[in-house]
């Protein structure tokens, strides 16, 4: 079975992306983004069977109740946005400690390996999916760090990662806007704008290191040139069409997107366009992205905003910074506030024209 890592440029809609694979009859994925820290992996490497099962359910509850679910907003899902879904606990154990009983036999030493496919196929006949059907395991890593980390652990087993990315400008706009107005920006400050713009910039650089095949989607021919983008996907893992590609739901329940994003978001939109709002930059700011990112724009056929400029390193702060710097002013929250010159030290040292050197980008899905 082939494994898939999905993971997440700055607000690329990987989650949409997950969506779209939502219902495919050939393929395996639980309802959302598995954690991959230390503690996470260490718990799902265990050899004991009921230690495992146990560990899941506890640490994946909203798997089963999805209105427990708030970030991702899977409590207001369907055309309604009133349904939800629940997977039955006690029907999953006796499923796992069948499959988990069988899977230990295999000759594959890699103990977290097979655990995840027991848990997968175990979640998925609990759903009264055909597992003889399934080709691919889908694993929503979410982050570049958390894909590193997986990887890490899976060093053995052959997997593609899915990388999602969008408008270098569009992305910062909607970091800015999104996550400073959500729950009052409680959860977004120096160390979270120097993520962004590392991932960003280097995200793709991180990932080659992994050293696996690289697929990439841009968000924009998601939304615009969906079924060209589609069939690419299927057709480099043989998988059938299936109209559930043409749909976001988790469960065939309408997905809404994630509460993030301040708005009801209803999935395919073929008439997408790539917008960002220049209140969220200083006029040098977006001279100093699309120069350092130049070669980026250039291979993905992003169009340039302003006359190319030669700015290597900018040594002034963005207004991306600022603005965050100021929230993290307003939460009073002072390990946040010393944080700050750090950060803005790191985003000088990795944030620059000299990151970009001799990189080498994967062609993305419905690109002639």
Not at 13 to 18: E, P, S
Request: aromatic share 14%.
């Amino acid at each position: 079975m082939k494994i898939l890592f999905l993971v997440g440029g700055s607000r690329a809609g990987i989650d949409l992306f997950q969506s779209l694979l939502d219902g495919h009859p050939q393929i395996l994925q639980f309802p959302g983004i598995i954690h991959t820290n230390k503690n996470s992996l260490k718990k799902l490497s265990s050899k004991n069977g009921e230690e495992l099962y146990k560990n899941f359910i506890n640490d994946y509850r909203h798997f089963f109740d999805s209105r427990l679910n708030k970030v991702e907003r899977h409590y207001m899902l369907g055309k309604n946005k009133n349904e939800y879904y629940t997977v039955d606990e006690e029907k999953f154990k006796y499923n796992f400690n069948k499959n988990f009983y069988q899977i230990s036999k295999s000759n594959n030493k890699n103990q977290l390996y097979k655990n995840l496919i027991a848990l997968h196929i175990s979640y998925a006949e609990t759903c009264n999916h055909k597992i003889d059907l399934k080709k691919i395991m889908a694993i929503n890593c979410h982050l570049v760090s958390s894909a590193a980390q997986l990887a890490k652990k899976l060093d053995n087993i052959e997997f593609d990662i899915i990388h999602t990315i969008r408008n270098p400008l569009s992305s910062v706009s909607s970091i800015i806007t999104n996550w400073l107005q959500y729950d009052d920006g409680k959860h977004f400050f120096a160390k979270s704008i120097f993520g962004e713009l590392d991932l960003i910039v280097n995200g793709i650089k991180k990932l080659i290191k992994i050293n696996k095949k690289i697929i990439l989607i841009q968000l924009e021919m998601l939304h615009t040139k969906h079924s060209q983008v589609i069939n690419d996907f299927c057709k480099i893992y043989n998988l059938s069409y299936n109209k559930c590609l043409e749909h976001s739901t988790y469960f065939n329940l309408d997905w809404w997107g994630d509460v993030v994003s301040g708005k009801d978001l209803n999935g395919i939109n073929k008439n997408f366009s790539i917008k960002f709002n220049e209140n969220n930059f200083y006029e040098r700011d977006i001279k100093f992205l699309e120069y350092i990112l130049n070669d980026y724009m250039l291979f993905y056929n992003y169009n340039f905003t302003r006359k190319i400029s030669n700015i290597s390193i900018n040594f002034l702060p963005l207004k991306c910074e600022i603005l965050t710097w100021k929230n993290s002013l307003k939460q009073k929250n002072i390990k946040n506030i010393l944080s700050i010159p750090l950060f803005y030290f790191f985003r000088i040292l990795f944030v620059n024209k000299f990151s970009q050197k001799n990189l080498k980008m994967p062609i993305s899905l419905g690109a002639k």
